[in-house]
């Protein structure tokens, strides 16, 4: 150092990416309980955050079920603004330690749940589950994973791409559902 220059050096928190997301996450569903209340069904997160696999940039894919919700993806959005705008400072704050998160909501009903939307596949596999009342999503995707090995789905890997082989012995012109 010469003259009047300083330096200054970054030392992150002595903790793991694993942490800081699980704070995040704690203050997730506490926001969520808040603003949905009663209405709230569950809360999960799934993805790489739900496998504990993220990264510094993941985002966090979450899936709430809640009854009633607003008719329209864009509606559930903007009603899910009070839970983002709570968890704010906490995001500004992990960006400071180098976690560049942001979420990525799915909203459902229960009876949305229930007709079994491809986006459960995924959860089978990588839920974490913050809040269910009920049991009622452990449920549904105890369901889902019985029916999958009933028709032998399996969920196929290569690199870190996936995708599903939802009947291996599917025959043209068969019909079958989840």
């Not at 369901?143 to 025959?171: S, T």
């Amino acid at each position: 150092m010469s003259g009047n220059q300083v330096t200054y050096t970054f030392e992150p928190l002595a903790r793991n990416c694993k942490e800081e997301f699980d704070d995040l996450l704690d203050s997730l569903a506490q926001a969520c309980k808040v603003h949905y209340g009663a209405r709230l069904f569950s809360l999960a997160i799934f993805g790489s955050v739900g496998r504990g696999t993220m990264k510094p940039d993941s985002d966090i894919d979450l899936l709430i079920v809640a009854s009633p919700l607003p008719d329209g993806r864009m509606k559930r959005v903007e009603e899910f603004r009070p839970v983002e705008n709570a968890l704010e400072p906490e995001i500004l704050k992990k960006r400071i330690l180098g976690i560049h998160t942001y979420l990525s909501p799915i909203f459902k009903t229960p009876a949305e749940i229930s007709s079994r939307p491809l986006i459960l596949l995924d959860l089978t596999e990588d839920a974490r589950i913050l809040f269910d009342r009920d049991g009622f999503l452990r449920g549904q995707l105890e369901a889902l994973k019985e029916r999958l090995h009933e028709l032998g789905a399996r969920r196929v890997v290569q690199g870190e791409a996936w995708w599903w082989d939802l009947k291996p012995d599917f025959q043209p012109g068969e019909v079958f559902q989840l």
